[in-house]
């Protein structure tokens, strides 16, 4: 086995293990270690889904928007489903359904 390695100039190499040694703290104990950067990229794919998902609510409710303030029969039925708005003179009464 010694004579093996003596055969192998390359393992003799000071810069192959200062080299290997580097890796080995870049891999580990480095402060962006893997798996800092596995859960940083784990983070930037959730935040593009979510980034994708509110997006597509931009654009539902700017649609909405547009539909609403085009018309002020449209203004007063939204805000009257939405936010159960009334006029001074009505009552209003909600009712519920039972889900059984």
């Known amino acids: ?3 093996w ?3 192998q100039t390359w393992m003799r190499n000071f810069y192959v293990w200062t080299g290997a040694a580097w ?3 870049m891999i580990f104990f480095d402060g962006n270690n893997w798996r ?3 859960r940083t990229y784990y983070n930037l794919t959730v935040a593009r889904d979510e980034k994708a998902y509110y997006q597509q609510q931009k654009e539902a409710v700017l649609k909405e928007r547009n539909e609403v303030m085009g018309s002020p029969e449209l203004l007063e039925k939204f805000a ?3 936010y159960l708005m009334k006029k001074p003179t009505e009552d209003l009464f909600l009712v ?3 889900k059984k």
Do not use: H
Request: charged content about 40%; aromatic content about 12%; proline content about 0%.
């Open 5 to 7: 390695i003596k055969r």
């Open 36 to 38: 800092i950067m596995v």
């Open 96 to 98: 519920e359904e039972v």
């Open 23 to 25: 890796v080995f703290w």
């Open 80 to 82: 009257r489903e939405r």
């Open 1 to 3: 086995m010694l004579n």
